[in-house]
């Protein structure tokens, strides 16, 4: 009986041991989603520039197509898969689309750490036995995960209407997908349909952002180079390309490019490193960003180092070089590498883009990357500390401080202001986004379009927008916050041409979602603009917003009247009548024809062959030089000046 009983609570300890690490993970998920989803809540909002997209769905929903201003095709959004998982929500609920995008941005980001940390569980192989054996201790603690919450514009962005929430649940997606693709066994049958897909998750990636391809094709690769029949390799090449390549067909053909009309508007292969590196110290000096980092570093090789050290390697012994290359290929320990890699790049290619002007947007991601081998650590002890080598003790030690060493820069960083003058745009052009517009309109939580009425000449615009709209013409803003310049249509137009009103003014998002569809909205970066667009990259400028095109481009584009006084008296009406000519550039009508004539099976077929050229097409925003630049007539002088 004694034994019995000495049987039975042995059995019972040994089922506490092997279900710990899985309980302690549903804990440490369960906690860091809790933590991470007050912190979102306590700081919605949704950016000026997260009201972008929603341009565009009101436009899908209208029946006027993806396009940003109706009647022009222009691909004002980056991420393809957001615009439409937007649209699709707004569709299917009713909704008001600033609440569709918070609630969505909402949940994917809560739910990509719990799925992130899953993923990382996974790649430990902590199902059926501890860090030190079957008769260790292994709990599992929360660390890149606490890494990434901790710090304010991770909570910021998670609701900002951008599309940071979408690409990191797509990360945690993949991640978790990859490594259980590297845990199965390849001689067992089935898995297919689970490998294609993780071939579908990881083609979608320049769908979620371009940049985006750069982890979704190391992925691919790492896959396509291990062992599988031809016939699978293909499907899953097929089944890998089949959405990009369909998409970038119509992408080409509607749109008449090869990317987003937002990449060539931020000239997304151009080169600013040292603004990239003053990006980067932006991000890491507020929060000491380098302690949390190289923390998490360490305990990624301890615990590489003990996870190896337990990890029975006899049976691999007789197994030949090539035969263990290619089972290495398909580890999760390969799979490390490619992810840490991956991070890398994508770090490396913000930095050499020179950022953004969000402060930390757009490394979040590359951290989110990085975090994954260690969004849990495990603390391993063996069952007997008297008997047990230095090695696993040590160890355990070691995790323990690397985990309170987090949780204390954690809860210290949490709290952190961030940027010093975070809401003052100063010589990096670097701002905290989110304070900014707080302060300037006086909302503590801005999220539809209407609480942005209170920025500086948002609600002047509507009572303009409204006096002018039947005239048709071109509203510019003026220094005075509470006036705009307005230069009408001409009395008469030629026949065929409408009446049409034109805002033209950098804050794009608030803007259009004051507008109704019937009113044009442009800015002078380019994002819904094709003209600016292809204007050259300036070198010093603010970086975001380096690229700056005129007013009298406009002016002349949008047929206003060209001369005083009508015409606002800070504009040159020679430089009116030189964009007029200088639009007439045979290469510039190729390109406005590519989104403004009328969309035909000839167009589409046009669109595809010109989009490599129109992708690098570059007008000089000064109208004499591209006047020179195309050979055309210089129009004689009407200023005098």
């Not at 770090?347 to 002007?357: E, M, P, V």
């Not at 070198?539 to 015409?567: N, Q």
């Not at 550039?585 to 099976?601: G, H, R, V, W």
Request: charged share 15%; proline share 7%; hydrophobic share 45%.
């Amino acid at each position: 009986m004694t034994s019995d009983r000495s049987s039975h609570a042995v059995t019972r300890v040994s089922r506490i041991r092997a279900g710990l690490p899985a309980t302690t993970l549903a804990i440490s998920a369960l906690v860091v989603g809790i933590l991470f989803a007050g912190g979102d809540w306590q700081r919605r909002w949704i950016a000026d520039d997260g009201l972008i997209v929603l341009r565009t769905v009101r436009n899908l929903l209208a029946g006027n197509g993806p396009v940003f201003n109706k009647g022009e095709r222009v691909e004002a959004n980056t991420s393809t898969v957001w615009t439409y998982l937007i649209w699709f929500w707004t569709w299917l609920t009713d909704a008001e689309p600033e609440y569709v995008v918070l609630w969505i941005a909402l949940v994917l980001s809560v739910t990509a750490l719990p799925l992130a940390m899953y993923g990382t569980y996974r790649m430990l192989g902590l199902s059926h036995r501890g860090l030190g054996g079957r008769d260790g201790w292994t709990i599992l603690v929360p660390l890149g995960a606490l890494v990434y919450i901790a710090l304010p514009p991770a909570r910021d962005f998670a609701t900002s209407g951008l599309e940071v929430s979408l690409c990191i649940f797509w990360i945690a997606v993949l991640w978790c997908q990859v490594i259980s693709w590297s845990r199965r066994d390849p001689d067992r049958p089935g898995g297919t349909t689970s490998l294609l897909l993780l071939g579908f998750s990881a083609g979608l990636s320049p769908l979620i952002r371009p940049e985006l391809a750069l982890l979704g094709g190391l992925v691919l690769l790492l896959v396509f180079a291990t062992h599988m029949s031809w016939r699978l390799r293909v499907v899953f090449v097929v089944v890998a390309a089949i959405t990009p390549v369909a998409y970038q067909i119509f992408r080409m053909g509607y749109y008449g490019l090869l990317v987003p009309n937002t990449a060539v508007a931020k000239d997304a292969s151009g080169s600013k490193w040292k603004q990239g590196f003053t990006y980067l110290g932006n991000m890491f000096s507020p929060y000491i960003l380098l302690l949390p980092l190289l923390v998490a570093a360490v305990a990624a090789l301890l615990t590489w180092y003990l996870r190896r050290r337990a990890t029975d390697r006899v049976a691999l012994a007789s197994v030949g070089r090539v035969e263990r290359f290619r089972r290495g290929l398909r580890s999760p320990g390969a799979v490390v590498v490619v992810i840490v890699v991956a991070g890398f790049i994508e770090s490396a290619y913000w930095i050499r883009q020179g950022g953004d002007f969000m402060h930390a947007r757009v490394l979040l991601v590359p951290l989110f990357i990085l975090m994954l081998p260690v969004m849990i650590i495990p603390i391993a002890l063996p069952s007997a500390l008297g008997r047990a080598s230095a090695v696993p003790i040590v160890g355990a030690v070691l995790s323990t401080a690397f985990f309170v060493t987090t949780v204390v820069w954690a809860v210290a960083t949490s709290h952190s202001p961030g940027m010093n003058n975070g809401t003052d745009i100063g010589r990096s052009g670097i701002v905290d986004e989110r304070r900014y517009y707080i302060q300037n309109i006086g909302v503590e939580h801005p999220i539809t379009a209407e609480d942005y009425l209170n920025y500086p000449r948002i609600r002047a615009m509507v009572d303009a927008i409204n006096e002018h709209s039947a005239q048709g013409g071109v509203l510019l803003p003026s220094a005075n916050y509470d006036e705009w310049y307005f230069d009408p249509q001409p009395d008469t137009l030629p026949r065929g041409v409408p009446r049409q009103l034109t805002v033209f003014y950098l804050n794009l998002g608030m803007t259009s979602m004051n507008s109704s569809l019937d009113v044009r909205v442009i800015d002078q970066v380019g994002l819904a603009f094709p003209i600016a667009s292809h204007t050259e990259r300036l070198p010093d400028a603010r970086i975001g917003h380096d690229k700056d095109l005129d007013s009298e481009w406009v002016i002349a584009e949008a047929g206003a009247v060209p001369v005083p006084p009508r015409l606002p008296g800070f504009l040159d009406p020679d430089w009116v009548r030189q964009s007029r000519e200088a639009l007439t550039c045979k290469p510039t009508q190729d390109l406005i024809a590519s989104f403004e004539a009328p969309m035909s099976f000839s167009r589409f077929r046009n669109n595809i062959r010109q989009s490599f050229a129109f992708n690098s097409y570059r007008i000089n925003r000064v109208p004499l030089y591209e006047l020179q630049r195309c050979k055309l007539p210089i129009p004689p002088s009407v200023s005098g000046r």
